[in-house]
């Protein structure tokens, strides 16, 4: 099963310094037919304006997967990690027992990320923090939790991996997400086909029930998707 999410029927939320979307249920937004996606539980599509961002805040118990797509953001946490994360990029942080952290865009232009919640298979982790810079071409796993997991790839607490990169108009990638497994696919830039159904700019794709997915691009895309347990 292939589920096109429009990005215009996504829930939203606007302020003078944030401009957001929600895949999912979040914060003043609640659809009971959308509190995530498998193991999957927040994708919110955030833009942030320059010189402002997310004050120190709590997390526990949440695996939070931030993808920059333009910009940068800068992190600073309770651990005393610091770092700055640039479009193309991700940063993982292990909520675990507890962590206080605040992101803010020091840039002069917005910065526009996602950022993606998983609920973790280990409880109780040590809280913690990473950022890794990785190719600007092609698909790649970028974060992975799994059995096997890609070593090259930022851990997660989590039987999930996160996967990001670009396809010229044309390409082609394949996945086979797994027995007992769901996608979440978003095409932050340009268009794609999944198995033959179209697939818009930023509209949220729910892939089940599908052992081999072909996703082509109908003009040059950057493509974003987790594979959580179902």
Do not use: C, K
């Not at 993808?67 to 991700?90: M, W």
């Not at 992101?103 to 993606?116: K, S």
């Not at 109780?124 to 950022?131: I, L, N, S, V, Y």
């Not at 092609?138 to 059995?147: N, P, Q």
Request: aromatic fraction near 8%; hydrophobic fraction near 40%; glycine fraction near 10%.
């Amino acid at each position: 099963m292939i589920d096109v999410r429009p990005f215009e029927g996504l829930g939203a939320f606007r302020n003078e310094w944030l401009d957001a979307r929600h895949h999912f249920s979040f914060a003043a937004y609640h659809d009971p037919a959308r509190m995530g996606f498998g193991a999957l539980r927040v994708w919110n599509d955030d833009a942030i304006a320059p010189g402002t961002g997310f004050d120190p805040h709590p997390h526990r118990e949440m695996e939070i997967i931030t993808y920059v797509r333009e910009g940068a953001i800068t992190h600073r946490d309770s651990l005393g990690n610091e770092g700055r994360t640039t479009a193309g990029d991700i940063q993982v942080m292990h909520a675990g027992t507890g962590i206080v952290h605040a992101e803010y865009n020091r840039e002069t232009t917005p910065t526009r990320l996602f950022q993606i919640w998983i609920r973790p298979d280990q409880a109780r982790a040590a809280p913690g923090w990473a950022t890794r810079r990785f190719p600007r071409s092609g698909v790649a796993v970028l974060a992975d939790g799994r059995e096997g997991r890609d070593e090259s790839a930022l851990p997660l607490y989590a039987d999930a991996s996160f996967a990001a990169g670009t396809l010229g108009i044309g390409e082609t990638h394949i996945m086979t997400p797994g027995a007992g497994r769901v996608v979440y696919l978003v095409a932050s830039r340009g268009t794609l086909t999944v198995n033959g159904i179209a697939a818009p700019e930023r509209a949220g794709i729910a892939i089940s029930d599908e052992e081999r997915v072909e996703i082509a691009a109908t003009s040059a895309a950057e493509l974003v998707y987790v594979n959580v347990r179902a």
